[in-house]
């Protein structure tokens, strides 16, 4: 079953692909079929520049257990960088 669940947003930042670093412009987050991973489902995460070409994209796919675990790092570390006073 397709649950159609995406969501995407502007982000800045750099991403890591075949051709090297490139600028990433948008990030999209969702939860449906995986394509590569042993999941029937997973969160889904690319990373993407495509005013620069299909081949600057990085993605994620991640089972629920792995997704929750990344998010909570995710906001600790968010939280402790705003801590710090650091920009």
């Known amino acids: 079953m397709c649950t159609m669940?995406?969501?995407?947003s502007?982000?800045?930042g750099?991403?890591?692909?075949?051709?090297?670093?490139?600028?990433?412009?948008q990030a999209t987050v969702g939860y449906d079929h995986a394509t590569h991973s042993e999941d029937e489902h997973?969160?889904?995460?690319d990373f993407t520049n495509y005013d620069i070409g299909l081949h600057a994209r990085?993605?994620?796919?991640?089972?629920?257990?792995?997704?929750?675990a990344f998010l909570a790092q995710l906001q600790s570390v968010i939280e402790q960088a705003?801590?710090?006073?650091?920009r």
């Open 58 to 68: 990085v993605a994620v796919e991640l089972d629920l257990e792995s997704a929750r």
């Open 42 to 45: 997973a969160v889904l995460i």
């Open 10 to 12: 502007p982000v800045r």
């Open 14 to 25: 750099v991403g890591m692909g075949a051709e090297g670093w490139f600028p990433l412009t």
């Open 5 to 8: 669940i995406a969501t995407s």
């Open 82 to 86: 705003e801590a710090s006073g650091a």
